[in-house]
């Protein structure tokens, strides 16, 4: 996924357990901006990313869901915006 996109600085798989289960995320921290709403988004990058991120979802089901960390530039801070997974009805 690194080589694929320079828009991901860098990834990793972090694991949460709850009383009832455990799940395996996909946190993807990246140099742009997630969110429409904030100053520097970048549709087209943001879509890149996105794309990298579902390929890779498609290819490990184990992983449960994935979270996007954004860097944003000249903000210097960090937003995490996490993707809730869906309940099983």
């Known amino acids: 996924m690194l080589a694929s996109s320079r828009l991901i600085k860098s990834s990793w798989i972090a694991v949460e357990v709850t009383k009832e289960r455990a799940e395996r995320v996909l946190v993807v921290e990246t140099y742009i901006a997630v969110s429409p709403l904030e100053r520097n ?4 990058q943001y879509e ?3 794309g990298c991120v579902r390929g890779v979802l498609a290819r490990h089901p184990e992983i449960d869901r994935a979270s996007i960390l954004s860097m944003h530039r000249g903000a210097g801070c960090t937003a995490l915006f996490r993707e809730e ?3 099983a009805a």
């Open 41 to 44: 988004y970048e549709a087209g």
């Open 48 to 50: 890149k990313v996105l």
């Open 85 to 87: 997974a869906h309940e």
